[in-house]
């Protein structure tokens, strides 16, 4: 029997051998340009017949070389700087386009509170989604809705260090997340109750009465704001989804941005939706 034929993807940074073994479970992986920035005409060559590149931005992927790459279906970013592709381009021609955040930008132990948390909620915002073959908050579930619209909803009363990472995380598990600030109006912070699956409570003024009666019978909401004898019985303590974790090591990048390739080809625990996604209204059929 013949052996089956595997997508080919291009990296142009050096990896780790963690990051390597995790492409080449899926693809056949080719390095090229590490060490040299090449013309125009040069990358387009080294990208033909290829449907992912992980790159840098060194390499600049505008409208008229990406027109010159018809089977591209995935652009993957990592570097110190910022993006070096055009994005309005890029979600034309049906390729997907991941951005690592600035490294500066990233606070790990924030990060990993984030993951802490996502890992904790995630079950119950499953639980939360309606089951594909019955009418739902959305209407039946369609193939064409199934893609496009999410299935429950995370809403956060507040802000916090850890929350832009998990909204991040609910956005590429097709998740709908809402927040209202300590800002809001009373109107605002009550449609927040009424929406949500899971709500978490971060920060803000006392919580009210109305705010609770509009909680629906099957939502979960967690209190992350610390000891407050005012949040009401429906208010869980969410102490321990925060609860610090021992010392992790220094974040491999080069691991997360080999995901978000494996994921935007449509592979990969995130399949179909990398994590760091710029680009989500590409929908799972348009990709190869």
């Known amino acids: 029997m013949a052996a089956l034929s595997r997508h080919t993807v291009l990296v142009t940074q050096p990896l780790s051998d963690a990051a390597r073994r995790r492409l080449e479970v899926f693809f056949d992986v080719q390095t090229q340009w590490e060490g040299q920035a090449p013309t125009r005409d040069e990358l387009a060559e080294s990208l033909q017949g290829k449907a992912g590149v992980l790159t840098d931005s060194r390499l600049v992927f505008d409208a008229a070389l990406i027109a010159r790459l018809p089977l591209l279906r995935a652009i993957c970013h990592i570097g110190p700087g910022e993006h070096a592709f055009d994005l309005a381009a890029c979600t034309r021609a049906g390729i997907r386009a991941t951005s690592l955040p600035a490294q500066d930008a990233v606070d790990p132990a924030e990060d990993a509170r984030a993951e802490r948390l996502w890992e904790a909620l995630l079950p119950l915002l499953q639980q939360a989604a309606p089951p594909a073959d019955e009418p739902g ?150 990709c190869c």
């Open 137 to 286: 908050r959305y209407g039946r579930w369609a193939p064409a809705t199934l893609a496009a619209a999410p299935r429950s909803t995370l809403a956060i009363l507040g802000n916090a260090p850890w929350v832009p990472a998990l909204l991040a995380l609910a956005r590429a598990a097709r998740v709908q997340p809402v927040q209202a600030d300590d800002s809001a109006s009373e109107t605002q912070r009550q449609a927040l109750w009424a929406q949500a699956d899971v709500l978490l409570v971060c920060a803000g003024p006392i919580v009210t009465a109305d705010e609770l009666a509009c909680l629906r019978p099957t939502a979960r909401a967690f209190n992350l704001a610390g000891p407050q004898a005012h949040l009401g019985a429906r208010i869980e303590d969410g102490a321990a989804l925060l609860a610090p974790a021992t010392q992790a090591p220094p974040a491999d990048r080069t691991r997360i941005a080999a995901e978000d390739l494996v994921a935007a080809l449509g592979f990969g625990r995130h399949g179909w939706h990398p994590p760091n996604l710029l680009n989500t209204e590409i929908l799972c059929d348009s």
